[in-house]
C-alpha cells in the first residue's frame, strides 16, 4: 500500500448531466483527497494529445471530439491506492458492463461516453498529470 496520485477527468457528458459534485463526493467520501482542480475546455489538438496512446484506435475521433465538445472537471487525487481506488469508483470502460452503483453504472449509457476517465497505472498518472498541470499548482 502506498500513498498515490492519480488524474481524474469529469468528461463532458457528466458536466452536462449536472453529476460534477456528486462524482466529488463520491471521491471524498471513499477518502481520495482533491490536491488539484480546474474546469476547462480542451481543444481538439489538446483532447488529441492526452488520448495519442489510442491514436491508432476507430474510435480516436469520435473520442476526442467528444472530449473536446464541452467543459470537463479535471483533478489530481491523492490517496492510499488512488489509481485502484479511482478505478474501482469509475466502474467498467463500457458501461453496460460497469458494477451497480459505480460511476459509469450510475451515470453513462454508452461506451463512447462513459462519464470519467481515470489513469491506469503509477507511470500514466504521472505523464497525465504532468500534461494538465505544473508541480507548482499541486497543493501539499
Ligand atoms: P479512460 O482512459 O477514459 O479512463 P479506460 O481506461 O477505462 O478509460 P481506455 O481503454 O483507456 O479505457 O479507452 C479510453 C476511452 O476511449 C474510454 O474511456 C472510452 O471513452 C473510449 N472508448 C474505448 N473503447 C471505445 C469504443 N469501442 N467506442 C467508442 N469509444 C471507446
Ligand atoms: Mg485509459
Known amino acids: 500500500m502506498a500513498v498515490e496520485r492519480t488524474l481524474s477527468i469529469i468528461k463532458p457528458d457528466g458536466v452536462k448531466k449536472g453529476v460534477i459534485g456528486n462524482i466529488?463526493?463520491?471521491?471524498?467520501?471513499?477518502?481520495?483527497?482533491?490536491?488539484?482542480?480546474?474546469?476547462?475546455?480542451?481543444?481538439?489538438?489538446?483532447?488529441?494529445?492526452?488520448?495519442?496512446?489510442?491514436?491508432?484506435?476507430?474510435?480516436?475521433?469520435?473520442?476526442?471530439?467528444?472530449m473536446s465538445s464541452g467543459p470537463v472537471v479535471i483533478s489530481v487525487l491523492e490517496g492510499e491506492s488512488a489509481?485502484?481506488?479511482?478505478?474501482?469508483?469509475?466502474?467498467?470502460?463500457?458501461?453496460?458492463?460497469?458494477?451497480?452503483?459505480?460511476?459509469?453504472?450510475?451515470?453513462?449509457?454508452?461506451?463512447?461516453e462513459n462519464t470519467v476517465h481515470g489513469s491506469d497505472a503509477p507511470d500514466t498518472a504521472r505523464t497525465e498529470i504532468a500534461y494538465f498541470f505544473a508541480e507548482t499548482e499541486l497543493v501539499n
Not at 489509481?83 to 454508452?110: F, H, Q, V
Open 83 to 112: 489509481i485502484a481506488k479511482n478505478r474501482e469508483l469509475m466502474g467498467a470502460t463500457n458501461p453496460k458492463d460497469a458494477d451497480p452503483g459505480t460511476i459509469r453504472a450510475d451515470y453513462s449509457e454508452y461506451v463512447g
Open 24 to 66: 466529488l463526493n463520491r471521491f471524498e467520501t471513499a477518502g481520495l483527497k482533491l490536491v488539484a482542480m480546474k474546469l476547462v475546455q480542451l481543444s481538439k489538438k489538446e483532447a488529441e494529445g492526452f488520448y495519442a496512446v489510442h491514436s491508432d484506435k476507430g474510435f480516436f475521433d469520435e473520442l476526442t471530439t467528444f
